[in-house]
């Protein structure tokens, strides 16, 4: 299965990807991949408006969680 990848955002951590189903037969569907260092990952949100949503919310979760932050303050993420 084909597939077209686009990175939406990406932030803390955490990235929103769009992915498009170039397979013949399903032509246009649309998901979006929300992935993050924080569990449950990743996820697949049909919404675009749901999805950009999600991203807001988990990278504030992430901002707020210490291990993260750890991260990002040695430059790992």
């Known amino acids: 299965m084909a597939q ?3 990175l939406v955002a990406s932030k803390a951590g955490v990235r929103l990807e769009r992915i498009e189903d170039l397979a013949e037969r399903q032509r246009g569907k649309i998901t ?5 260092y924080r569990p449950p990952q990743p996820r697949y949100i049909a919404d ?3 999805a950009e949503e999600a991203f807001a919310r988990e990278v504030t979760a992430s901002l707020r969680d210490p291990v993260i932050a750890a991260l ?3 430059g790992s993420i």
């Not at 979006?32 to 993050?36: M, Y």
């Open 4 to 6: 077209k990848k686009t």
């Open 32 to 36: 979006f991949k929300l992935s993050t």
């Open 48 to 50: 675009e408006l749901e």
């Open 72 to 74: 990002m303050e040695r």
